[in-house]
């Protein structure tokens, strides 16, 4: 692990970005739940932009953990409970808690926005803190001090939806609000376990990974809005979507309608690989 994960350069882009009050938007891949307990890359890189970003007045999280169809669910408990929402990990992992407050009233602007947008939303005082919530945020913010507001996705409705999720809420930032997606760049949790194993799977990952990198860099919506059909080896690095989801909905709040070639791409803050092919890149969207 190396001493310093995020560059002087890009300590200052962040502390200039944020320094109006404008906060960002963020997509952070989470891997394991193991990232809450082991170090590694991603647990230090965390660490220290929890360190690095202004303090936020509150945070915002869309979790590939919280996919739900019909509705969108906004989680407005005061103080909703940690979810330890996997199996076969070690004793410890289901003894940590995330103990951070609700945030009721912001939870209830969330909604009226996402109902102006033409969303379907509702307030739910029993949706607790999934672990793509707080494993991450354990790293970010280990005092678990920042209200949060959770909202679900629904990867039945792809990328498009999800990029009009974050379009509608965009105008939080403002009010100090950090928008985070929390997913995976990649996610194939079956071929970690799959003998014998694809050959390629390196090659695949990355070529999916520098495809999504590409099309940012080049600000072409069109051909990310259509991952599925235009990235190279999408089913394979996403055989379900949902891991994916976030990362568009952080993609809509932090450009929204002005995003194409002639717009700042967002700065790749992290990169880093688990298990050979669990990529866990970090973006985020500063303007």
């Known amino acids: 692990m190396s001493s310093r994960q995020i560059s002087v350069e ?10 109006t009050g404008l906060m960002p938007s963020l997509f952070v891949s989470h891997g394991s739940p193991m990232l809450a307990l082991d170090d590694s890359d991603n647990a230090a890189f965390l660490a220290e932009l929890g360190q690095v970003l202004p303090r936020p007045k509150a945070i915002l999280v869309f979790s590939a953990h919280t996919d739900m169809g019909g509705k ?9 409970r940690t979810v330890h929402d996997f199996y076969g990990f070690p004793d410890a992992l289901y003894q940590v808690n995330y103990p951070a407050p609700g945030a009721p009233k912001l939870a209830a602007e969330v909604a009226d926005l996402l109902q102006t947008a033409g969303f379907d939303a509702e307030l739910d005082e029993q949706l607790g803190w999934d672990h793509g919530l707080w ?9 678990a001090d920042i209200p949060l507001v959770l909202v679900s996705i629904d990867s039945r409705q792809g990328a498009s939806y999800h990029y009009r ?3 509608a809420v965009k105008s939080l930032r403002t009010d100090g609000v950090l928008v985070l997606g929390s997913g995976g760049i990649s996610h194939n949790l079956g071929e970690l376990f799959r003998r014998p194993g694809d050959p390629q ?3 695949k990952m990355q070529s999916f990974v520098n495809w999504i990198a590409d099309k940012l860099s080049q600000g072409d919506l069109p051909a ?10 999408a ?6 979507i949902e891991h994916l989801m976030p990362f568009y909905v952080a993609l809509g709040a932090g450009q929204g309608e002005g995003f194409n070639e002639a717009t700042k791409p967002p700065l790749r803050l992290h990169q880093s690989v688990e298990l050979q092919i669990l990529a866990l890149d970090t973006y985020a969207w500063l303007e």
């Open 10 to 19: 890009v300590s200052e882009q962040l502390k200039a970005a944020t320094s």
């Open 72 to 80: 969108v669910r906004i989680a407005s408990s005061e103080a909703p």
């Open 135 to 143: 494993t991450p945020l354990c790293r970010l913010y280990p005092a």
């Open 165 to 167: 999720l974050g379009q």
């Open 201 to 203: 799977k390196v090659e």
């Open 224 to 233: 990310l809005l259509d991952v599925e059909r235009q990235a190279p080896h």
């Open 235 to 240: 089913s394979f690095n996403h055989p379900s």
